[in-house]
C-alpha cells in the first residue's frame, strides 16, 4: 500500500524539549516538504528537500531542523527555540508539482 | 512573493445545492493550481488540479475553472451532499530557485446540511 505515514499521530513536548516528528514515503518521490498548520490560516512551509542529502529552508524555518539521509525519510526536529510549537503538522512529498500529503502529526505542548 | 487569497472563509449550503470557492493569486508566473479537501484531523486530500493552459476541467460534481487574465481560479461543487462538508484549500505554484513550490490559501470551511 503505497503513501506517506507520520508518527506520533499525536505528541507532547515539555518546556526546553527537542522533539522529532517522523515522516516515510514509499511513492519513490525525489521531494519532501515540512508544513505548519494553525488555525484559521493555511499551511505554512517549514523546509523542503529536493534530493538525498539537500534540503532549504521555507517560510518559517526558525525553531526547526531537518535531515535527508534517505529518500523515503524526512524527519522535523522542534527545537526548544521554537516557542511555540502547538500546531498540527504536515509531511508531503512530490514527483514534480503535485503534492501529497501525510495524515499529520498534533504537536502539543506541556 | 506569491500571495493567495481565498473566499469565503465558510460556506453552508443545503445538500443538493452548488457551492463556489473562489481563489484570487498574484504572481503572473504561477501555472499550475491544486486543490485539497482536508477532513477533520486527517490530512489534505487533493481532488482535482489545472495547469495554466486550460480553463476549465471537470471530474464528476468537480469542477475548477481558472481565468489566467484576471488571476483567479474557482472550485465548483455540484449536487452537494454532506460528506462533501470539510475545509477545502486552493494553491498556487511559485519556482524558487528552479524548484517548484506551492502556496496556499486560507481555507474554506464548507458546511453542507441535509
Known amino acids: 500500500d503505497g503513501g506517506i505515514t507520520q508518527s506520533p499521530k499525536y505528541l507532547f513536548r515539555k518546556e526546553g524539549q527537542n522533539v522529532t516528528l517522523s515522516c516515510e514515503q514509499n511513492l519513490n518521490h525525489d521531494a519532501m516538504y515540512w508544513y505548519r498548520q494553525d488555525p484559521g490560516q493555511g499551511l505554512r512551509l517549514i523546509y523542503y528537500s529536493q534530493i538525498v542529502n539537500d534540503f532549504q529552508k521555507g517560510d518559517i524555518a526558525e525553531g526547526y531542523s531537518v535531515s535527508r539521509e534517505k529518500k523515503e525519510s524526512f524527519p522535523l526536529t522542534v527545537t526548544s527555540a521554537q516557542k511555540n510549537p502547538t500546531a498540527f503538522y504536515l509531511c508531503?512529498?512530490?514527483?514534480?508539482?503535485?503534492?501529497?500529503f501525510g495524515p499529520g502529526t498534533r504537536l502539543l505542548v506541556l | 512573493g506569491e500571495n493567495v487569497e481565498q473566499h469565503p472563509s465558510t460556506l453552508s449550503v443545503q445538500e443538493g445545492d452548488s457551492a463556489v470557492i473562489k481563489c484570487t493569486y498574484s504572481?503572473?508566473?504561477?501555472?499550475?493550481f491544486p486543490w485539497y479537501k482536508q477532513e477533520l484531523g486527517k490530512g489534505p486530500q487533493l481532488i482535482i488540479d489545472?495547469?495554466?493552459?486550460?480553463g476549465e476541467k471537470k471530474d464528476q460534481r468537480i469542477a475548477v475553472t481558472l481565468n489566467k487574465t484576471a488571476k483567479h481560479f474557482s472550485l465548483h461543487i455540484t449536487e452537494t451532499q454532506p460528506e462533501d462538508s470539510a475545509v477545502y484549500f486552493c494553491a498556487a505554484s511559485i519556482r524558487d530557485t528552479g524548484f517548484q513550490k506551492l502556496v496556499f490559501g486560507t481555507g474554506t470551511r464548507l458546511l453542507v446540511s441535509p
Open positions: 489545472i495547469r495554466s493552459n486550460v
Open positions: 504572481d503572473s508566473a504561477s501555472n499550475y
Open positions: 508531503a512529498s512530490s514527483s514534480w508539482e503535485t503534492q501529497y
